[in-house]
């Protein structure tokens, strides 16, 4: 049989950085004040969901896995997002509490590296946000058992039609097994695009007392 197939380089493909770069001087001394500073910049550029984040965790033993989730919330404490306690990602926190969160933003050439541990936050906290989703997808947060195998598409469109029924007047309370996680890091790494592939990469760590040490990494 012959392969139809079309033939990719993939080794051809590549961009040319050309914008601004980051600079120690330009810096803030505080991450988190870095980070908002690039989010606002990411989001006055219009990126499209620049609160996307690819979220990395693992098993005991070290086995990876990694999806996109949305940012909903960064405090003092760290970053926030909402799931499914009971899914892959949730189960694999339960057991290995040190995960990793990437922001990528190809408009700005900039991604954002983060790394610490997370922990589930308050269980008020996890209801104060449930209650700004629409209905349907509160509704959505029951009907789905995340991560576990069904028989097809029917068995979701049946949960929601049940669940219509059951919740009528939209008072549809916070699941059990659904909530918030925040991640509490320990380092950041902002990343910039720059010409010949010799990227700026700075690195906060944390000093042990409260502050943070930024670094210089080899693109």
């Not at 984040?53 to 909402?82: H, Q």
């Not at 990793?100 to 983060?114: K, N, S, V």
Request: net charge negative; hydrophobic share 40%; aromatic share 10%.
């Amino acid at each position: 049989m012959t392969n139809t197939r079309p033939e990719i380089s993939i080794a051809d493909m590549r961009r040319e950085y050309t914008l601004a770069g980051l600079r120690e001087e330009d810096a803030a001394a505080d991450p988190f004040d870095q980070f908002a500073i690039w989010f606002k910049e990411a989001t006055d550029a219009q990126v499209i969901e620049s609160n996307a984040m690819a979220l990395a965790t693992a098993t005991p033993d070290g086995r990876p896995s990694v999806r996109i989730v949305l940012l909903k919330g960064v405090d003092t404490g760290g970053f926030v997002f909402f799931t499914n306690y009971e899914s892959r990602k949730g189960c694999e926190l339960a057991a290995n509490p040190h995960a990793a969160l990437l922001f990528y933003w190809a408009e700005l050439t900039r991604q954002i590296r983060i790394e610490g541990t997370i922990a589930k936050v308050s269980e008020q906290e996890s209801a104060d946000y449930f209650a700004t989703r629409s209905p349907l997808s509160r509704l959505g947060a029951w009907a789905s058992r995340q991560s576990s195998v069904i028989a097809g598409r029917h068995v979701l469109d049946e949960r929601l039609a049940a669940l219509q029924q059951q919740f009528p007047d939209d008072q549809i309370p916070l699941p059990p097994f659904w909530g918030g996680y925040r991640l509490t890091p320990h380092t950041f790494e902002f990343w910039h695009g720059r010409p010949n592939r010799l990227h700026d990469r700075l690195r906060y760590r944390t000093d042990g007392i409260g502050g943070w040490v930024i670094e210089r990494l080899s693109p």
